[in-house]
């Protein structure tokens, strides 16, 4: 399995960004996908995952403000980050989980003004 990741990039505190990570490859129709991020200096940390039925688990810090969802036609899951804050700035990682877990490469999340 592949993931390509994409969305990432320099916002301001207070805006939004969209992450999509699109997976290729022997997909399984039961999966979870979703992100983990991880800031410098600190460990890798759950953010947002999804399963293949809708259901959703999200970190504490992002309720209300990060929304994931998913495409299972086109094996894509989607990360609409609002209200940004300085402390969301992190590399994120999309995860595909099925038979094995898979990594995408990480797309960087810069919140500043």
């Known amino acids: 399995v592949q993931l390509q990741a994409s969305g990432g990039g320099l916002v301001q505190p207070g805006g939004s960004l969209r992450l999509s990570c699109a997976a290729s490859?022997?997909?399984?129709?039961?999966?979870?996908m979703g992100w983990y991020r991880q800031a410098p200096g600190k460990e890798r940390e759950l953010v947002a995952i999804i399963g293949s039925g809708g259901s959703t688990n999200y970190a504490d810090s992002v309720k209300g403000r990060f929304t994931i969802s998913r495409d299972s036609r086109k094996n894509t899951v989607y990360l609409q980050m609002n209200s940004l804050k300085p402390e969301d700035t992190a590399v994120y990682y999309c995860?595909?989980?099925?038979?094995?877990?898979?990594w995408g490469q990480g797309t960087l999340v810069t919140v500043s003004s």
């Open positions: 995860l595909y989980d099925s038979a094995n877990m898979y």
């Open positions: 490859g022997s997909i399984f129709s039961d999966n979870v």
